[in-house]
């Protein structure tokens, strides 16, 4: 079945980038996304990318995909002490209803201290 | 802005007892979703329902589980006889559809649940 990795735990100084690198098992993965939860509050989609590009860009995030190694990661430029949450990387695929389910990884831990 | 709601933030029941997890979709929103995390690993996907039945469950959803929209706004999980296993994170998600295969789901802020 689908597996997603990524390590649990990240911390970077305020004003530096932030790379959090995921891991998926599943070729046939259409989307990959980035969930961001903030402490106490549910998972918020973050952005995705579809699985025939390479990179996005979205303000401060950047996300990069090689799909060749399955890789998947997020760069956060100028971190604040706002980003400081937990990041789900997922995949889906589209499933036989139609609907597109993502599987999730365990959540890096960001901390931005001062 | 709307949001996913879910109550209790927190339940503890016994081993054995029946739970009753309630979610508030948003409003226009027609597909919802149960995932659960149990405390250090995955978030894993239990069930999705549309159109008042299940579209898609996991092995995890067995008939322990149930769900339902008993009226027009609330969306429940109920676990008949709880296991300590179940002691978990559970988010409700909706979304709005599946047009272009691309699914923001919305989630709620989550129950924590522990079986005693």
């Known amino acids: 079945g689908e597996d997603v990795e990524q390590s649990l735990f990240l911390s970077v100084r305020e004003g530096d980038s932030s790379v959090i690198n995921c891991t998926y098992t599943d070729s046939s993965s259409t989307y990959l996304y980035w969930y961001k939860q903030e402490p106490g509050a549910g998972l918020q989609l973050l952005t995705y990318i579809f699985s025939n590009m390479d990179m996005k860009q979205d303000q401060r995030l950047t996300v990069l995909l090689n799909k060749k190694d399955k890789h998947l990661s997020l760069r956060i430029a100028d971190t604040q002490t706002g980003d400081s949450a937990i990041y789900f990387c997922a995949e889906s695929m589209e499933l036989s209803g139609g609907s597109y389910i993502p599987t999730f990884g365990r959540g890096t831990s960001l901390i931005v201290h001062p | 802005e709307p949001e996913v709601t879910q109550t209790p933030s927190h339940q503890v029941t016994q081993m054995g007892q029946e739970v009753i997890l309630r979610c508030v979709p948003i409003?226009?929103?027609?597909?919802f979703y149960w995932y659960r995390q149990i405390l250090g690993q995955k978030v894993e996907f239990l069930v999705s329902?549309?159109?008042?039945?299940?579209?898609?469950k996991s092995e995890i959803f067995d008939d322990q589980f149930s769900v339902e929209r008993p009226d027009g706004s609330n969306f429940t999980l109920k676990i008949r006889s709880t296991k300590l296993e179940d002691s978990a994170m559970y988010f409700c998600a909706s979304s709005e559809d599946l047009a272009g295969g691309y699914n923001e789901q919305f989630f709620g802020p989550g129950t924590r649940l522990t079986v005693l």
């Open positions: 329902f549309y159109n008042n039945e299940i579209s898609e």
């Open positions: 409003s226009n929103h027609l597909y």
